[in-house]
């Protein structure tokens, strides 16, 4: 490698990922260019890879809850005080990390407005005046933007001071039909994670400590990271009529009454993308399933001097008929190793390698990021063994991350257990738990750990309390999370 | 029209588009649910219906975009006020009209932030990291986000205080390449409008007194309302180096000395929404360009008891063979002269209406939104018609637009012409201009006209400034605009 290479090269040696995982992550999402801090403390840049990689996720979620009856709308990012303040949980959950605009242009606002921590006061404020009847029921809006929570600790992708989300709102006749609502959403997410992202989720509901502020029910669905603790990567909320109520959402009966409306809350936000590095990546850096993937094949010429011009028409002309599958030429200078590191790192997850010897075969040498897996393909079986090999890859992501979560996954009995199975290794631990929020605090302060879900599979015998004997109410999983 | 109708109907009289324009223009708006306005003064919602469109606009232009070698990315919301200062011009440009954040969550903040206003100076202090070596050059970046600008006085979609925009950011090694790029996004901006919101624009460079805080010069694309006011809706602006020696944007070039990039930066926004809106509406409402309409047919059951089931099933199957297009089946109990008017406000290109003998003949009666022609046509022929009268109703509307345009269109030499020519007909007049800033002030105090742009094709003799008598450098468009 020429010292030319190296000055203008990206790829520099990543925190060992077993060592320092929380340094392997910053390492990660910074050297394969996915994002980067700013001079506004936990304000990120999401760049254009990491911005690409954000586009194909939303992509598919997007789809995925049109197809089930939602329509986008687009809601003012500003929020008058008096409006936040209506819900009292609500503004009480929010109004410590709101950011509050008191100046437009020079002159001093007569009510100070805050910036959109969520949306639900400002949406609610209008579906107050949008319904009227059942007959404008159910309202199934959802928006694509970006929120403002002012974090103290905040680390990119995970928790950022502003980020991006979906958050879908919707208002139903029935209470059955809102309930519903929620869960079929937290359906869509699991979808969406264990067939786009190849993240497998559980799925449950949170307890009442860590629901969301102003809801009825908080269901959530989460996911076990590389280093044992958990994410938390999308909620829905039964909000019941609790907004509904004090913003005066009512419509007019079949049976001539009126009657307060029942909603539901639900997001997902660019959390996701700091998941899918936390679940499928390795000491080499990211893997990216390939169905969100920026590049799915990158094809990286091996030159030499004499049959430099051949080598790269050869190569575009495997690009052409790849043409249904995203892929990148690099026809930069820099040498086949460095480029092997850095399609490395970034995650790319197919390499394709012309040498003379492929040229000479009508092959390439095609190389799987997730197995390492290296073999010749002729150029006429391409586009097929492609097509096939990127399922394969997107399948076995999956399965290495279900068996890395299985292998994490443990029953205990008391909280000893609970504390010394976390110091031996982190993961998700089922225990049974009385239902008491005495209880549920004091295992946070002793293991740090928190209830990330109550399962919606409930085992009938329950046995004890963990912390205080009682008996059981939920089977609760237990982790230590982000 | 049973009284049930009525009350759950939403067509209302809208204002009439020949005695108030502006009331036309709002009661469309808001009648055919594109936006509507909210608690917060200047901030608007954008319903679904009006998303919709903005969604589908976004997709062609985000593809013009990307066709053109741009990449998406995602920079903050927030900037700190001593970045936006760097650049002199710019800050006193947007600071009357900035959103100023001084307080996150209970604690004031030690540096007030705004709400980017437009994001150059956040951009540009971060390519100031990234950009090293020629060799990262050029930079082609885009974003799609959401400003805020404190306007005194507003209107849906025209001038709200927050709206939602693409703008492009991109760093060059010459200067050539820099104007040249600012050329060739206009050029993008030229064929969305025409090709796919059907609007003829005039393209051109402002004057010194009309371009953007902190650029060299502005180049721009301006339409031409139907009440004969311009609406200029696309900029792009050479930045010269103004920008990169502030925030220090420096790259080591092949000779190996240290040089300053050369900038540019260009945006479209919800205005564009605005412009469809005024561009093509009539007396009954919207008339959406089939390429970005959200629903491109919609099919009208002409019901009668004994044929109800009968007359829904035909509808599907009309449904089913046009799942190419984005089609909408109007089942609701409303009438059909009812629904004819609600789909005529909302500007569907084409009604399919299903009756008895529609059935009988196996066909439907087919109507153009855009001229009122009704014809049957033959369910056999139908996907071929559809496609081929979606392509004529695009066509016609560009055309008819273009007419407009150049029936309005005028050449005056005297100060007192274009006064009078303002008073008789509202268009675009030409006339030559001096390029003193006084002349050009002079002519807005009088007539409340401005330089709406100075055409790239200059005649060669240009005559007298309209003002002052001296020779004409420009030949300038004037116009009242919004």
Redesign the interface.
């Known amino acids: 490698m020429s010292t030319d290479d190296m000055?203008?090269g990206s790829v520099e040696v990543i925190p060992d990922i077993n060592e320092d995982f929380s340094a392997w992550y910053t390492g990660v999402v910074r050297q394969a260019k996915l994002a980067?801090y700013?001079?506004?403390k936990g304000?990120?840049?999401?760049?254009?890879y990491?911005?690409?990689l954000?586009?194909n996720m939303q992509a598919h979620l997007d789809a995925r809850i049109k197809a089930t009856g939602h329509?986008?709308?687009?809601?003012?990012?500003?929020?008058?005080e008096s409006?936040l303040a209506k819900e009292a949980e609500h503004v009480q959950g929010f109004?410590?990390?709101?950011?509050?605009?008191?100046?437009?242009?020079?002159k001093e606002l007569e009510e100070r407005?805050c910036?959109r921590p969520t949306s639900e006061a400002?949406i609610c404020?209008?579906y107050s005046?949008w319904i009227?009847?059942y007959?404008?029921l159910p309202v199934l809006?959802n928006q694509w933007?970006?929120v403002?929570r002012?974090e103290k600790v905040t680390r990119l992708f995970l928790r950022t001071?502003?980020f991006?989300w979906q958050e879908g709102h919707t208002c139903h006749r029935t209470e059955a039909e809102a309930i519903n609502e929620a869960l079929k959403m937290l359906e869509v997410y699991e979808r969406f994670y264990a067939e786009d992202l190849a993240i497998p989720v559980l799925k449950g509901l949170k307890s009442q400590s860590e629901k969301f502020a102003g809801a009825r029910d908080t269901f959530c669905v989460e996911a076990l990271m590389k280093d044992g603790r958990a994410l938390q990567v999308g909620t829905t909320h039964d909000l019941g009529q609790h907004f509904a109520k004090v913003f005066d959402i009512t419509f007019l009966d079949e049976d001539e009454s009126q009657k307060y409306v029942w909603q539901t809350s639900w997001g997902v936000s660019t959390r996701s993308v700091g998941a899918v590095v936390m679940t499928h990546g390795d000491e080499r850096g990211l893997r990216l399933p390939p169905r969100i993937a920026p590049v799915q094949v990158v094809i990286v010429p091996i030159l030499f001097d004499r049959s430099r011009e051949e080598t790269f028409h050869y190569c575009s002309y495997v690009g052409e008929i790849l043409s249904e599958f995203r892929v990148e030429l690099d026809d930069s200078d820099k040498s086949p190793g460095w480029k092997f590191s850095e399609h490395e790192l970034r995650g790319v997850p197919l390499r394709l390698e012309v040498g003379p010897r492929d040229m000479e075969g009508d092959q390439v040498t095609m190389v799987r990021r997730d197995t390492g897996e290296k073999r010749p393909v002729l150029i006429e079986d391409l586009p097929g063994v492609i097509k096939e090999t990127l399922d394969l890859v997107q399948d076995e992501l999956y399965r290495q991350a279900l068996v890395y979560r299985e292998e994490r996954t443990f029953r205990v009995k008391t909280l000893a257990e609970l504390s010394d199975g976390l110091e031996e290794v982190r993961g998700f631990h089922h225990a049974p738990w009385c239902g008491d929020v005495i209880c549920e605090t004091r295992v946070k302060e002793e293991t740090k750990a928190t209830i990330r879900l109550l399962p919606f599979d409930q085992p009938e015998e329950k046995g004890a309390c963990l912390v205080c004997g009682k008996d059981g109410r939920w089977e609760a999983i237990f982790a230590r999370a982000y």
């Open positions: 000055k203008k980067d700013t001079t506004l304000c990120m840049v999401i760049r254009p990491g911005y690409a954000w586009e329509v986008n709308a687009y809601f003012p990012l500003l929020i008058p409006l109004a410590p990390e709101v950011a509050w605009v008191t100046h437009g242009g020079e407005v910036i400002i404020s209008l005046k009227q009847s007959r404008d809006i933007a970006n403002v002012w001071t502003e991006l």
